[in-house]
């Protein structure tokens, strides 16, 4: 597992880069949004820990230039901007989770464990959340081997938190997400999609559920047992 630690403090790249070198990853690490952006772009990170007061620069714009140029990696921010308010930005920007300053060196590593569990990578044709399984080739969702009866945006909506499974989605980056170019979804839109889609996944007897995260987003969860 290689990581890019994107941090400007000398003392701070000292300690997590010795922290997470001692847990067994292949660790680079930069201190600029450039540094980042161009890292990112040369070589295959498993998953990126981005600061976001930069000196040349804000991380939330680069961690939302790197998804807008498709990068699907995980991202963890790390911040001392820690406000309800500043962590809805964050997780808006395309970040899928979110680290205040000052944190337990212990968290940070169960936090990266947990995001590299995440399939992440979107390159697989299938994915496999619980007894949810989509596959984009033949544009079919099924669970439990039963086919899913939904239509192609709701199978977008679905395979959109299931390479997020676990973690919140901002409900602006499904809107994204699901945009056509020209053609903007309404927030309404996005409620009546993950109600149906919720509908159909709770007839199947499907063991995940969409899990509404009040004024922030959608989680596809595991269903309590
Ligand atoms: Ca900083």
């Given at each position: 597992?290689?990581?890019?630690?994107?941090?400007?403090?000398?003392?701070?790249?000292?300690?997590?880069?010795?922290t997470?070198?001692?847990?067994?990853y292949?660790?680079d690490?930069?201190?600029?949004?450039?540094?980042?952006?161009?890292?990112?772009?040369?070589?295959?990170?498993d998953?990126?820990?981005?600061?976001?007061?930069?000196?040349?620069?804000?991380?939330?714009?680069?961690?939302?230039?790197?998804?807008?140029?498709?990068?699907v990696?995980?991202?963890?921010?790390?911040?001392?901007?820690?406000?309800?308010?500043?962590?809805i930005?964050?997780?808006?920007?395309?970040a899928?989770?979110?680290?205040?300053?000052?944190f337990n060196?212990g968290?940070l590593?169960?936090?990266v464990r947990?995001?590299?569990?995440?399939?992440?990578?979107?390159?697989?044709?299938?994915?496999?959340?619980?007894?949810?399984?989509?596959?984009?080739?033949?544009a079919?969702?099924?669970?439990?081997?039963?086919?899913?009866?939904l239509?192609?945006?709701e199978?977008?909506?679905?395979?959109?938190?299931?390479?997020?499974?676990?973690?919140?989605?901002?409900?602006?980056?499904?809107?994204?997400?699901?945009?056509?170019?020209?053609?903007?979804l309404s927030s309404?839109?996005?409620?009546?999609?993950?109600?149906?889609?919720?509908?159909?996944?709770?007839?199947?007897?499907?063991?995940?559920?969409?899990?509404?995260?009040?004024?922030?987003?959608?989680?596809?969860?595991?269903?309590?047992?």
């Amino acid at each position: 597992m290689r990581l890019l630690l994107v941090e400007d403090s000398d003392r701070l790249q000292e300690l997590l880069g010795e922290t997470l070198r001692q847990a067994g990853y292949g660790l680079d690490v930069v201190g600029t949004v450039a540094g980042m952006l161009e890292s990112a772009a040369t070589v295959s990170y498993d998953l990126l820990i981005v600061d976001l007061g930069l000196p040349d620069g804000d991380g939330l714009d680069a961690i939302n230039a790197l998804r807008t140029q498709g990068f699907v990696k995980p991202i963890l921010i790390i911040t001392a901007r820690g406000s309800v308010h500043e962590r809805i930005s964050g997780l808006d920007s395309g970040a899928d989770d979110y680290l205040p300053k000052p944190f337990n060196h212990g968290e940070l590593l169960a936090r990266v464990r947990a995001l590299l569990r995440r399939p992440g990578d979107l390159s697989g044709p299938v994915l496999r959340v619980g007894s949810v399984m989509v596959d984009e080739a033949a544009a079919e969702a099924h669970s439990g081997g039963k086919l899913l009866d939904l239509r192609l945006s709701e199978r977008r909506l679905l395979l959109v938190l299931m390479r997020r499974a676990g973690a919140v989605v901002a409900k602006a980056s499904i809107e994204s997400a699901l945009s056509e170019q020209g053609r903007e979804l309404s927030s309404n839109a996005v409620e009546a999609l993950v109600s149906r889609t919720r509908k159909v996944l709770v007839e199947s007897g499907a063991d995940v559920s969409i899990e509404t995260v009040r004024g922030v987003g959608y989680a596809l969860k595991p269903m309590p047992k």
